[in-house]
């Protein structure tokens, strides 16, 4: 009976030993995983906020670049006007020089 219960015994201690190498083991598995956890909403956290800073300097960019179209598209039109006004001076400039040698025949018809 002494045997037995000896037997019965170190079965029980080998099982408690057993349980709580088991409970150590998975206890050191969740704390890994949890930490794991963290550190990937902590780097979720900063990519997020990396995003929006992104975002807001593309925005910042993208005003800019309207602002610059808007700026490009007065200079095409500002252009425009001074061609059309170039173009028109140089046929005034014309008529002015036929003008001034009609007048330059007629003096010397007249001398």
Do not use: C, P
């Amino acid at each position: 009976m002494i045997i037995f219960n000896w037997i019965f015994l170190t079965i029980v201690i080998i099982v408690i030993l057993v349980l709580i190498f088991k409970m150590f083991y998975y206890k050191h598995l969740h704390d890994k995983t949890v930490a794991e956890r963290n550190q990937l909403k902590d780097a979720l956290k900063e990519a997020e906020i990396l995003i929006k800073k992104y975002q807001i300097q593309l925005q910042r960019s993208l005003g800019n670049m309207g602002l610059l179209d808007e700026e490009v598209r007065k200079l095409k039109a500002d252009l425009k006007a001074i061609k059309s006004r170039n173009s028109q001076l140089r046929v005034e400039n014309e008529q002015l020089k036929r003008r001034i040698r009609e007048l330059e025949n007629k003096i010397e018809a007249l001398l």
